[in-house]
């Protein structure tokens, strides 16, 4: 019998978007430079609500442990000296996209769907379950698909290991282990009864399925100038 942690990693990996055509071709070397920085402008966008609902749930959960690890996690974020959404705008720039078209980016369909569902996550859900759904079902996914992406940016685009502007990428591999790893422990604790644990799984395969259409429209957008899925003809 599989144990919980094994079961809710089985679910996220069901749909895991590290598995996504477009992070495949990014990986392959087949993506130019402005369209993985097209990614990174919607990335921005999801993680600038991700924090929001870190801050959220730092206000609503009441045990000490958890509260705690939130505000690490955001601290590390929102580190002043090298916040975690700057890297990102210094990745784009240097694939040759001003540090403005971050902000400034469309939101796309996809993106506001995983934000939207996001916010309903928060409210919705038992805290317990949408703590699986943030750290396990979206956070710990971006631990694998840098993982896949570091050695590409290194072979494929011309970057240095350690090079500054793609830290974003490379220290994200050891500070999101770190996060997933006590991220797990966390969920493991607090999704004490077996209701919890099936609206964990739930929840984790809702976060996947949510974070894979936001893949898909950054795919059609970047690769094909599609905003939308306005049928043609
Ligand atoms: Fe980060």
């Known amino acids: 019998m599989a144990t919980f942690r094994e079961q809710l990693t089985a679910r996220r990996n069901q749909?895991?978007?590290?598995?996504?055509p477009f992070f495949n071709k990014w990986a392959a070397g087949e993506l130019t430079k402005e369209q993985t920085a097209l990614y990174c402008q919607q990335h921005f966008h999801f993680v600038g609500e991700y924090l929001n609902w870190m801050a959220y749930q730092a206000s609503q959960i009441p045990?000490?442990?958890v509260k705690t690890y939130l505000f690490e996690n955001l601290g590390d974020e929102e580190n002043p000296d090298d916040r975690h959404l700057d890297m990102l705008k210094d990745y784009v720039v240097s694939a040759g996209l001003p540090r403005e078209s971050v902000d400034a980016s469309p939101v796309l369909?996809?993106?506001?769907?995983?934000?939207?569902?996001?916010?309903?996550?928060?409210?919705?859900k038992p805290w317990q379950a949408t703590l699986a759904g943030?750290?396990?079902?979206?956070?710990?996914?971006?631990?694998?698909?840098?993982?896949?992406?570091?050695?590409?940016?290194?072979?494929?685009?011309?970057y240095k290991p350690g090079q500054r502007e793609i830290r974003f990428f490379e220290e994200h591999i050891g500070a999101d282990e770190i996060h997933a790893g006590k991220g797990f422990?966390?969920?493991?604790?607090y999704c004490n009864t077996p209701e919890l644990q099936e609206i964990a799984f739930k929840?984790?395969?809702?976060a996947t399925v949510r974070r894979w259409r936001y893949m898909n429209s950054i795919y059609w957008y970047a690769l094909h100038g599609k905003l939308d899925?306005?049928?043609e003809g």
């Open 185 to 189: 422990a966390i969920v493991e604790k």
């Open 134 to 158: 943030m750290f396990i079902g979206l956070e710990s996914q971006f631990l694998d698909i840098c993982k896949k992406l570091v050695p590409a940016l290194h072979k494929h685009y011309g």
């Open 109 to 124: 369909v996809g993106t506001e769907g995983l934000q939207n569902w996001g916010w309903r996550m928060m409210y919705q």
């Open 63 to 65: 045990h000490r442990d």
């Open 203 to 206: 929840t984790v395969e809702e």
């Open 229 to 231: 899925d306005t049928p």
């Open 15 to 20: 749909k895991h978007s590290k598995d996504h």
